[in-house]
């Protein structure tokens, strides 16, 4: 009985911990999207870019063109079944 009570007492804790984190966590999210964080990071790369003569869209451009590569190879190798599946495949 000892131990569930302990157990309990436990579990109440972390709950508070967990909850204490969580709403921290949303504030300063809160905090960097009214600080426009992320739009100057934006900017600071593209002014990097431009400093190091790249053209920012081209190089944006390349960039969606490898994570679309990215993601149809992982789709990819998740459809990809091996000889074995197939055979022993079982329907319901």
């Known amino acids: 009985m000892l131990f569930f009570k302990l ?3 436990a579990d109440k ?3 508070k911990i967990l909850t204490q984190v969580s ?5 300063a999210e809160i905090k960097l999207d009214e600080s426009n964080f992320y739009e ?3 900017i600071n ?3 990097d870019l431009i400093l190091d003569g790249k053209d920012p869209d081209e190089v944006e451009e390349e960039q969606k063109l490898k994570r679309k590569k990215k993601v149809k190879k992982k789709a990819g190798k998740k459809n990809h079944q091996h000889p074995w599946q197939e055979h022993y495949s079982c329907s319901l």
């Open 7 to 9: 157990l309990y007492f």
């Open 23 to 27: 709403v921290t966590r949303r504030e």
């Open 45 to 47: 790369k593209r002014k």
């Open 40 to 42: 100057k990071k934006l």
């Open 13 to 15: 804790e972390v709950m």
